[in-house]
T-cell receptor, first 114, second 113 residues
Framework: DGGITQSPKYLFRKEGQNVTLSCEQNLNHDAMYWYRQDPGQGLRLIYYSQIVNDFQKGDIAEGYSVSREKKESFPLTVTSAQKNPTAFYLC?????????????FGAGTRLSVL | AQSVSQHNHHVILSEAASLELGCNYSYGGTVNLFWYVQYPGQHLQLLLKYFSGDPLVKGIKGFEAEFIKSKFSFNLRKPSVQWSDTAEYFCAASNFGNEKLTFGTGTRLTIIP
């Protein structure tokens, strides 16, 4: 079954704690993305990666970090520096044609602060 | 700065009513335009897309959108909505060949049976 798998579905973070959100894809896509969704604000780009071992900051990268050691995987770490982490996090990957930039999304992880 | 605007934050319609959701973008150059839909509890999924050619594009579930370059608009339409169309709808845009996709703030659509 091809697609993008995000885990966990729900995650709770304590003060001062780093948490990592998982994103795996089996679509053989090179590019992957992380977005944050807040009510009334749409989706905002956190980080993206066009190829293994390379990634770029998006519009709201502060307080987040990523890695891209494998083509299939693009984990996002929400660090203790992110003061307002409560949100819905969406991972996406892009189809093979950069010119068209069609992105496919996972089911999301909802992060809350305890 | 590149941006996408959706001015309708919450739209409530009765079944069988016609729908039009507004989307305006501020992009220079060649632009790719998208509508995504997020049904309750489901993945964000692509509804339709415009790259070039016929400015009237048709998507899944009877939706269509019209690209009007002079108005920088890409409004979503459906002639007769159903209760199952209740969802959040996002307009998005990117420049041709650019990695970054910019989303609007979304429109929540509620259909009353």
């Amino acid at each position: 079954d091809g697609g993008i798998t995000q885990s966990p579905k729900y995650l709770f973070r304590k003060e001062g704690q780093n948490v990592t959100l998982s994103c795996e894809q089996n679509l053989n896509h090179d590019a992957m993305y992380w977005y944050r969704q807040d009510p009334g604000q749409g989706l905002r780009l956190i980080y993206y990666s066009q190829i293994v071992n390379d990634f770029q900051k998006g519009d709201i990268a502060e307080g987040y970090s990523v890695s891209r050691e494998k083509k299939e995987s693009f984990p996002l770490t929400v660090t203790s520096a992110q003061k307002n982490p409560t949100a819905f996090y969406l991972c996406a990957s892009r189809g093979l044609e950069l010119a068209k930039n069609i992105q496919y999304f996972g089911a999301g992880t909802r992060l809350s602060v305890l | 700065a590149q941006s996408v605007s959706q001015h309708n934050h919450h739209v409530i319609l009765s079944e069988a009513a016609s729908l039009e959701l507004g989307c305006n973008y501020s992009y220079g150059g060649t632009v790719n335009l998208f509508w995504y839909v997020q049904y309750p509890g489901q993945h964000l999924q692509l509804l339709l897309k415009y790259f070039s050619g016929d400015p009237l594009v048709k998507g899944i579930k009877g939706f269509e959108a019209e690209f009007i370059k002079s108005k920088f608009s890409f409004n979503l339409r459906k002639p007769s909505v159903q209760w199952s169309d209740t969802a959040e709808y996002f307009c998005a845009a990117s420049n041709f060949g650019n990695e970054k996709l910019t989303f609007g703030t979304g429109t929540r659509l509620t259909i009353i049976p």
